[in-house]
C-alpha cells in the first residue's frame, strides 16, 4: 500500500483524533498532576506513559463512537427501510470489526448478500471494508457497483454509491478515465440532483487537465 493510501486510511480512521488524544493525555495528566501539588510515590515521569496511554485508549473509543454514528446515520438517510437491520440481525459482524477481523467481517458481510439477495446494505458494508481497512479499493469498487445495481437499491442509495465509486475512482485507485464514466452516468440518471451539480463541476475539471 503506498503511503498515501496508508494516510488516507488513518486520517480516516480517525487518526487525527487518537494522536491529539494521545498528546493530550500524555501532557495534560502529569501538567494537571503537578499543578495540583500533590507529590507521588513514583514522580512525574510515569504519568506520561500513563497519560499517553489512556489519552490513546480515550481517542480510539471516540473515533470508533463517530465511525459506527455515521454508517447508522448513513443507513438510515440511504436505505431507510433497513434502518436498524445490522443491529437487531448481524451485531455480531460488527463484533468482527471491533476486534480488528476485517478479513472475517468482510466474508460475514458477503455471506449476508449471498443469502439475502435485497440486502444492499451488505455489499455497502463489505465494500466499506474493503476501502478502508483491507486496501483493496477495486473490490470496494464491484461492491458498490454491485449494491447500486439490485432492484431494492433506492435512488438515494444509488447516488451515495455513485459517490463513493468516483472518490475512489479518483483517489486511490486513480483512474480518471473510468471516474469520468461514472461521473456522466451520475448526471445522466439523475439530473436535477445536487450530486448531479457537484459532479458537473468535477467532470469540467477534468477536461479541462486533460486537455492541458
Excluded at 82 to 102: N, T, W, Y
Amino acid at each position: 500500500m503506498a503511503m498515501d493510501d496508508r494516510y488516507d486510511k488513518w486520517k480516516y480512521n480517525g487518526g487525527h483524533m487518537v494522536l491529539m488524544s494521545s498528546l493530550l493525555g500524555f501532557f495534560m495528566l502529569p501538567a494537571g498532576w503537578s499543578a495540583s501539588g500533590r507529590s507521588t510515590p513514583f514522580g512525574l515521569a510515569p504519568l506520561f506513559l500513563i497519560g499517553g496511554v489512556g489519552g490513546f485508549a480515550f481517542g480510539k473509543t471516540m473515533a470508533m463512537i463517530i465511525f459506527q454514528g455515521s454508517s447508522r446515520a448513513a443507513e438510515s438517510i440511504y436505505m431507510p427501510g433497513r434502518a436498524g437491520f445490522r443491529v437487531s440481525e448481524h451485531s455480531e459482524i460488527d463484533s468482527l470489526e471491533v476486534r480488528g477481523d476485517f478479513k472475517g467481517a468482510v466474508a460475514a458481510w458477503e455471506a449476508v448478500a449471498i443469502s439475502e439477495p435485497e440486502n444492499s446494505w451488505a455489499l455497502v458494508r463489505a465494500g466499506e471494508l474493503y476501502a478502508r481497512e483491507l486496501g483493496d479499493p477495486e473490490m470496494a469498487v464491484e461492491r458498490f457497483k454491485h449494491a447500486r445495481s439490485l432492484p431494492t437499491a433506492k435512488p438515494e442509495l444509488q447516488r451515495y454509491m455513485s459517490q463513493k465509486i468516483i472518490d475512489l475512482l479518483l483517489g486511490p485507485l486513480d483512474d480518471k478515465g473510468r471516474a469520468m464514466v461514472e461521473l456522466r452516468k451520475l448526471i445522466d440518471q439523475f439530473p436535477t440532483s445536487r450530486e448531479a451539480s457537484g459532479a458537473r463541476e468535477a467532470l469540467r475539471k477534468l477536461k479541462a487537465e486533460h486537455i492541458q
